[in-house]
T-cell receptor, first 111, second 113 residues
Framework: NAGVTQTPKFQVLKTGQSMTLQCAQDMNHNSMYWYRQDPGMGLRLIYY???????DKGEVPNGYNVSRLNKREFSLRLESAAPSQTSVYFCASSDVIYGYTFGSGTRLTVV | AQSVTQLDSHVSVSEGTPVLLRCNYSSSYSPSLFWYVQHPNKGLQLLLK??????LVKGINGFEAEFKKSETSFHLTKPSAHMSDAAEYFCVVTLSYGQNFVFGPGTRLSVLP
C-alpha cells in the first residue's frame, strides 16, 4: 500500500547513545517532514525538506540532524540522545492536492 | 505568524449525540485548514481540508467543518457520535502546501455508551 513507512516502531536508548530513524514514502511527494509529539503539546516540527537536496530547521531542531537521501527517503539522527528526546516521532510527506500523509510513528524512550 | 487554538482539551459525548470540536486560528493571510484524527497508538489521518473553495467542507466518517472567516473559526462537527470516533483530533493551519503546518494542541474526544 502506498504511504509513509517509518522504522523502527519502538526504541529504547541510553543517554548518550545515537540512532537514526528511517522514513520512506512511495507517493512521489517533494516535501517531507519530521515531527515530535509530546503530551499536551501537539506536534512540533523538527526539520523539513521541501525538495530533494534541501533541508530546513523547524521549531525544535536542537539535538537532531536530518538527511534527505533521495526523493523517497528522509532520515532523522540523534547524535547523543537525552531524556528530553523521549517522544513519539512522526514522519510525513505532502503534496499540493492531498496535504499531509503521516507514518505510523516511532515511540522513543531515552533512559 | 499562524497559530491555532483548540478551545477544549477534552470533550465527552454520548453515543448518538452531536459532536462539536472547536478550532480558532490566527493568520495574516488566507490559510488552508485541516482536521486530522489520531486513534490511540496510531498515526494521524486526514479527516478533511479547506483550501479556499466551499466554506462547508465534508470529510470522512460523517464529519464536516465550516470555515468562518469573520470568526476565524473552523469547527468540526458530526451529527451523531459513534464509539469508533473516540480519538484525538488536531486542527492544523498552513499558508500553503509545502510549508510548515501549525498544529493545535489537540482535543481528546470520548464517546460514552
Amino acid at each position: 500500500n502506498a504511504g509513509v513507512t517509518q522504522t523502527p516502531k519502538f526504541q529504547v536508548l541510553k543517554t548518550g547513545q545515537s540512532m537514526t530513524l528511517q522514513c520512506a514514502q512511495d507517493m512521489n511527494h517533494n516535501s517531507m517532514y519530521w515531527y515530535r509529539q509530546d503530551p499536551g503539546m501537539g506536534l512540533r516540527l523538527i526539520y523539513y525538506s521541501a525538495s530533494e537536496g534541501t533541508t530546513d530547521k523547524g521549531e525544535v531542531p536542537n539535538g537532531y540532524n536530518v538527511s534527505r537521501l533521495n526523493k523517497r527517503e528522509f532520515s532523522l539522527r540523534l547524535e547523543s540522545a537525552a531524556p528530553s528526546q523521549t517522544s513519539v516521532y512522526f514522519c510525513a510527506s505532502s503534496d499540493v492536492i492531498y496535504g499531509y500523509t503521516f507514518g505510523s510513528g516511532t515511540r522513543l524512550t531515552v533512559v | 505568524a499562524q497559530s491555532v487554538t483548540q478551545l477544549d482539551s477534552h470533550v465527552s459525548v454520548s453515543e448518538g449525540t452531536p459532536v462539536l470540536l472547536r478550532c480558532n486560528y490566527s493568520s495574516s493571510y488566507s490559510p488552508s485548514l485541516f482536521w486530522y484524527v489520531q486513534h490511540p497508538n496510531k498515526g494521524l489521518q486526514l479527516l478533511l481540508k479547506y483550501t479556499s473553495a466551499a466554506t462547508l467542507v465534508k470529510g470522512i466518517n460523517g464529519f464536516e467543518a465550516e470555515f468562518k472567516k469573520s470568526e476565524t473559526s473552523f469547527h468540526l462537527t458530526k451529527p451523531s457520535a459513534h464509539m469508533s470516533d473516540a480519538a484525538e483530533y488536531f486542527c492544523v493551519v498552513t499558508l500553503s502546501y509545502g510549508q510548515n503546518f501549525v498544529f493545535g494542541p489537540g482535543t481528546r474526544l470520548s464517546v460514552l455508551p
